[in-house]
T-cell receptor
Protein backbone atom coordinates (compact mmCIF):
# COMPACT_ATOMS: atom_id res chain seq x y z
CA UNK A 1 0.00 0.00 0.00
CA UNK A 2 1.64 3.20 -1.20
CA UNK A 3 -1.38 5.37 -0.73
CA UNK A 4 -1.62 8.83 0.74
CA UNK A 5 -5.25 9.85 1.19
CA UNK A 6 -6.31 13.48 1.25
CA UNK A 7 -9.71 14.88 2.11
CA UNK A 8 -11.62 16.73 0.89
CA UNK A 9 -10.80 16.53 -2.82
CA UNK A 10 -12.31 19.96 -3.45
CA UNK A 11 -12.97 22.85 -1.08
CA UNK A 12 -14.50 26.26 -1.65
CA UNK A 13 -14.24 28.65 1.27
CA UNK A 14 -14.84 32.29 2.00
CA UNK A 15 -12.15 34.57 3.34
CA UNK A 16 -13.68 34.53 6.83
CA UNK A 17 -14.12 30.76 7.03
CA UNK A 18 -12.11 28.26 9.03
CA UNK A 19 -11.53 24.88 7.43
CA UNK A 20 -9.10 21.97 7.69
CA UNK A 21 -7.41 19.73 5.15
CA UNK A 22 -6.65 16.17 6.18
CA UNK A 23 -4.01 13.70 5.10
CA UNK A 24 -3.56 10.06 6.11
CA UNK A 25 -0.98 7.37 5.33
CA UNK A 26 -0.41 3.86 6.66
CA UNK A 27 3.00 3.15 5.20
CA UNK A 28 4.80 3.69 8.50
CA UNK A 29 6.38 6.87 7.15
CA UNK A 30 7.57 9.25 9.86
CA UNK A 31 8.09 12.28 7.61
CA UNK A 32 5.05 14.09 6.25
CA UNK A 33 4.87 17.20 4.11
CA UNK A 34 2.50 19.87 2.89
CA UNK A 35 3.10 21.34 -0.55
CA UNK A 36 1.22 24.04 -2.42
CA UNK A 37 0.96 23.89 -6.20
CA UNK A 38 -0.33 26.66 -8.43
CA UNK A 39 -1.39 25.94 -12.01
CA UNK A 40 1.48 25.02 -14.35
CA UNK A 41 4.02 25.38 -11.52
CA UNK A 42 5.94 22.74 -9.55
CA UNK A 43 4.94 21.96 -5.95
CA UNK A 44 6.30 24.39 -3.37
CA UNK A 45 7.17 23.11 0.08
CA UNK A 46 5.20 24.57 2.98
CA UNK A 47 5.89 22.37 6.00
CA UNK A 48 7.78 19.21 6.97
CA UNK A 49 7.00 17.07 9.99
CA UNK A 50 9.59 14.54 11.10
CA UNK A 51 8.60 12.12 13.86
CA UNK A 52 5.50 14.22 14.48
CA UNK A 53 7.54 17.35 15.12
CA UNK A 54 7.58 20.37 12.83
CA UNK A 55 11.05 20.45 11.32
CA UNK A 56 10.65 22.85 8.41
CA UNK A 57 8.36 25.86 8.00
CA UNK A 58 9.09 27.62 4.72
CA UNK A 59 8.02 31.07 5.99
CA UNK A 60 4.38 30.23 5.47
CA UNK A 61 1.84 32.87 6.63
CA UNK A 62 0.19 32.14 9.97
CA UNK A 63 -3.21 31.77 8.30
CA UNK A 64 -1.93 28.25 7.50
CA UNK A 65 -1.49 26.16 10.64
CA UNK A 66 -0.21 22.58 10.38
CA UNK A 67 -0.83 19.84 12.91
CA UNK A 68 0.47 16.28 13.17
CA UNK A 69 -1.67 14.52 15.79
CA UNK A 70 -0.02 11.12 15.24
CA UNK A 71 2.35 9.31 12.91
CA UNK A 72 -0.39 8.58 10.34
CA UNK A 73 -2.24 11.88 10.21
CA UNK A 74 -1.41 15.37 9.07
CA UNK A 75 -3.78 18.32 9.11
CA UNK A 76 -3.61 21.81 7.66
CA UNK A 77 -5.87 24.31 9.37
CA UNK A 78 -6.94 27.28 7.28
CA UNK A 79 -8.21 30.62 8.52
CA UNK A 80 -8.72 34.02 6.94
CA UNK A 81 -7.32 32.95 3.60
CA UNK A 82 -6.92 35.20 0.60
CA UNK A 83 -8.01 34.51 -3.00
CA UNK A 84 -4.34 34.11 -3.98
CA UNK A 85 -4.19 31.09 -1.66
CA UNK A 86 -6.34 29.19 -4.14
CA UNK A 87 -4.23 26.23 -5.29
CA UNK A 88 -3.81 22.47 -5.18
CA UNK A 89 -2.60 21.47 -1.71
CA UNK A 90 -0.59 18.27 -1.72
CA UNK A 91 0.35 16.04 1.15
CA UNK A 92 3.31 13.67 0.89
CA UNK A 93 5.08 11.18 3.12
CA UNK A 94 8.41 9.36 3.24
CA UNK A 95 10.85 7.66 5.56
CA UNK A 96 12.98 10.23 7.39
CA UNK A 97 15.93 7.95 8.04
CA UNK A 98 18.70 6.64 5.80
CA UNK A 99 17.89 4.38 2.90
CA UNK A 100 14.45 4.37 1.39
CA UNK A 101 13.23 7.88 0.87
CA UNK A 102 10.73 7.80 -1.94
CA UNK A 103 8.12 10.43 -1.24
CA UNK A 104 4.57 9.51 -2.13
CA UNK A 105 1.97 12.15 -2.80
CA UNK A 106 -1.75 12.24 -2.28
CA UNK A 107 -4.13 13.39 -5.01
CA UNK A 108 -4.42 16.79 -3.42
CA UNK A 109 -7.15 19.11 -2.25
CA UNK A 110 -8.13 21.71 -4.79
CA UNK A 111 -8.85 24.82 -2.74
CA UNK A 112 -10.73 27.84 -4.02
CA UNK A 113 -10.95 30.94 -1.84
CA UNK A 114 -13.77 33.30 -2.73
CA UNK B 1 20.94 30.07 -10.89
CA UNK B 2 18.04 27.96 -9.69
CA UNK B 3 18.90 24.80 -7.77
CA UNK B 4 17.14 22.56 -10.28
CA UNK B 5 16.68 23.42 -13.95
CA UNK B 6 14.23 21.60 -16.19
CA UNK B 7 13.06 22.59 -19.66
CA UNK B 8 9.28 23.07 -19.41
CA UNK B 9 8.69 22.14 -23.05
CA UNK B 10 6.13 21.42 -24.33
CA UNK B 11 7.54 18.29 -25.91
CA UNK B 12 5.46 16.61 -28.61
CA UNK B 13 6.33 13.17 -29.98
CA UNK B 14 4.55 10.49 -32.02
CA UNK B 15 3.46 7.24 -30.44
CA UNK B 16 6.30 4.74 -30.19
CA UNK B 17 9.04 7.37 -29.96
CA UNK B 18 11.80 7.33 -27.35
CA UNK B 19 11.50 10.31 -25.07
CA UNK B 20 14.37 11.87 -23.16
CA UNK B 21 13.65 14.19 -20.24
CA UNK B 22 16.43 15.93 -18.35
CA UNK B 23 17.25 18.03 -15.33
CA UNK B 24 20.42 19.74 -14.20
CA UNK B 25 21.17 20.83 -10.68
CA UNK B 26 23.71 22.93 -8.85
CA UNK B 27 23.75 21.50 -5.31
CA UNK B 28 26.38 18.76 -5.10
CA UNK B 29 24.83 17.58 -1.82
CA UNK B 30 21.81 16.10 -3.61
CA UNK B 31 21.83 12.32 -3.29
CA UNK B 32 18.21 11.28 -3.80
CA UNK B 33 16.63 11.71 -7.21
CA UNK B 34 13.03 11.12 -8.19
CA UNK B 35 10.86 11.42 -11.25
CA UNK B 36 7.16 12.08 -10.89
CA UNK B 37 4.41 12.01 -13.48
CA UNK B 38 1.51 14.38 -12.95
CA UNK B 39 -1.70 14.31 -14.92
CA UNK B 40 -3.78 17.45 -15.09
CA UNK B 41 -5.45 18.28 -11.76
CA UNK B 42 -4.00 15.20 -10.05
CA UNK B 43 -1.25 14.67 -7.49
CA UNK B 44 2.29 13.69 -8.61
CA UNK B 45 2.80 9.95 -9.05
CA UNK B 46 6.24 8.56 -8.25
CA UNK B 47 7.75 6.89 -11.33
CA UNK B 48 11.39 6.32 -10.50
CA UNK B 49 13.65 6.75 -7.51
CA UNK B 50 17.45 6.62 -7.58
CA UNK B 51 19.98 7.02 -4.83
CA UNK B 52 23.32 8.52 -5.86
CA UNK B 53 24.68 7.80 -9.35
CA UNK B 54 23.76 5.07 -11.76
CA UNK B 55 20.93 3.72 -13.85
CA UNK B 56 17.63 2.19 -12.93
CA UNK B 57 15.16 0.52 -15.24
CA UNK B 58 11.48 -0.23 -14.71
CA UNK B 59 9.55 -1.44 -17.71
CA UNK B 60 9.58 1.26 -20.38
CA UNK B 61 11.24 3.77 -18.04
CA UNK B 62 14.97 4.23 -17.39
CA UNK B 63 16.38 6.77 -14.97
CA UNK B 64 20.02 7.86 -15.12
CA UNK B 65 21.97 9.96 -12.65
CA UNK B 66 25.38 11.46 -13.42
CA UNK B 67 26.50 13.21 -10.26
CA UNK B 68 29.80 14.30 -11.79
CA UNK B 69 27.88 16.34 -14.36
CA UNK B 70 24.97 17.15 -12.02
CA UNK B 71 22.60 15.80 -14.66
CA UNK B 72 19.70 13.38 -14.44
CA UNK B 73 17.60 11.86 -17.19
CA UNK B 74 14.42 9.89 -17.66
CA UNK B 75 13.99 7.84 -20.82
CA UNK B 76 10.61 6.54 -21.93
CA UNK B 77 10.67 3.82 -24.58
CA UNK B 78 7.76 3.04 -26.89
CA UNK B 79 5.89 6.11 -25.71
CA UNK B 80 2.10 5.87 -25.49
CA UNK B 81 -0.63 8.53 -25.59
CA UNK B 82 -1.28 7.66 -21.93
CA UNK B 83 2.23 8.97 -21.16
CA UNK B 84 1.01 12.48 -21.99
CA UNK B 85 1.50 14.35 -18.73
CA UNK B 86 3.85 16.70 -16.93
CA UNK B 87 7.07 15.07 -15.71
CA UNK B 88 8.72 16.55 -12.66
CA UNK B 89 12.21 15.80 -11.47
CA UNK B 90 12.80 16.15 -7.74
CA UNK B 91 15.82 15.73 -5.53
CA UNK B 92 16.96 16.06 -1.94
CA UNK B 93 20.17 16.06 0.02
CA UNK B 94 18.98 13.98 2.95
CA UNK B 95 16.29 11.38 3.42
CA UNK B 96 13.13 12.90 4.78
CA UNK B 97 14.05 16.47 3.96
CA UNK B 98 12.44 18.78 1.48
CA UNK B 99 12.26 17.75 -2.14
CA UNK B 100 13.41 20.39 -4.59
CA UNK B 101 11.43 20.20 -7.81
CA UNK B 102 12.22 21.17 -11.34
CA UNK B 103 9.58 23.19 -13.21
CA UNK B 104 8.26 20.11 -14.96
CA UNK B 105 8.25 19.15 -18.64
CA UNK B 106 4.91 18.82 -20.40
CA UNK B 107 4.91 15.81 -22.75
CA UNK B 108 2.32 15.12 -25.42
CA UNK B 109 2.34 11.76 -27.24
CA UNK B 110 0.15 11.67 -30.32
CA UNK B 111 -1.37 8.49 -31.76
Amino acid sequence: DTEVTQTPKHLVMGMTNKKSLKCEQHMGHRAMYWYKQKAKKPPELMFVYSYEKLSINESVPSRFSPECPNSSLLNLHLHALQPEDSALYLCASSHPGQGLTEAFFGQGTRLTVV
Amino acid sequence: QKEVEQDPGPLSVPEGAIVSLNCTYSNSAFQYFMWYRQYSRKGPELLMYTYSSGNKEDGRFTAQVDKSSKYISLFIRDSQPSDSATYLCAMSAQAGTALIFGKGTTLSVSS
